[in-house]
T-cell receptor, first 112, second 112 residues
Framework: GQQLNQSPQSMFIQEGEDVSMNCTSS?????WLWYKQDPGEGPVLLIA?????ELTSNGRLTAQFGITRKDSFLNISASIPSDVGIYFC????????????FGKGMKLTVNP | NAGVTQTPKFQVLKTGQSMTLQCAQD?????MYWYRQDPGMGLRLIYY???????DKGEVPNGYNVSRLNKREFSLRLESAAPSQTSVYFC???????????FGPGTRLTVL
């Protein structure tokens, strides 16, 4: 089946540092989504990307939809303690059998 | 708007007991989903309902049944709970199957 490879699996950074994470797949997706999950909560949608090459920002977050449609990355700039959580990428297929495929998540720890 | 709501938040069952997890959304979304989240496994789709009146199996449907009661509500039933069903269950909804999904806060289920 379709799989997303999300890396790295975890990161430990100092407050104020930037962090990058990415997702790759052997399959093409028509939409890329990035979610954040806080401990004990459900995933919250951060950014949605709809076109190959699209670069979208949401505050300190920037995400890009890869040109090949097989990858996406998320950057967080100037990290703060509340950025702690698990970040998931998800790819959405379309065309009659729409399916959301999730990466395994990246656990981010921010040291104050 | 409350978004996606789930009840209960926590539940402990004995093996063989049955229970129903409730989910409701107030976003007038057509599609609704049930996922389970286990350590190291990410989010796995149990069942989904593309539109009111339809339900389909996802990746891990065994041991579960669902009911799309109306456009707002989508319930998940465990007829005879097993320890392997200990997990965190998330309900999600989307405008359509090809659109981004929004998640509820989750139900943490333990089966003893």
């Amino acid at each position: 089946g379709q799989q997303l490879n999300q890396s790295p699996q975890s990161m430990f950074i100092q407050e104020g540092e930037d962090v990058s994470m990415n997702c790759t797949s052997s399959s093409i997706f028509n939409t890329w989504l990035w979610y954040k999950q806080d401990p004990g909560e459900g995933p919250v949608l951060l950014i949605a990307l709809y076109k190959a090459g699209e670069l979208t920002s949401n505050g300190r977050l920037t995400a890009q939809f890869g040109i090949t449609r097989k990858d996406s990355f998320l950057n967080i700039s100037a990290s703060i303690p509340s950025d702690v959580g698990i970040y998931f990428c998800a790819g959405l297929t379309q065309g009659g059998s729409e399916k959301l495929v999730f990466g395994k998540g990246m656990k981010l720890t921010v040291n104050p | 708007n409350a978004g996606v709501t789930q009840t209960p938040k926590f539940q402990v069952l004995k093996t063989g007991q049955s229970m129903t997890l409730q989910c409701a959304q107030d976003m007038n979304h057509n599609s609704m989903y049930w996922y389970r989240q286990d350590p190291g496994m990410g989010l796995r789709l149990i069942y989904y309902s593309a539109s009111e009146g339809t339900t389909d199996k996802g990746e891990v449907p065994n041991g579960y049944n669902v009911s799309r009661l109306n456009k707002r509500e989508f319930s998940l039933r465990l007829e005879s709970a097993a320890p392997s069903q200990t997990s965190v269950y998330f309900c999600a909804s989307s405008r359509g199957r090809g659109n981004e999904q929004f998640f509820g806060p989750g139900t943490r289920l333990t089966v003893l």
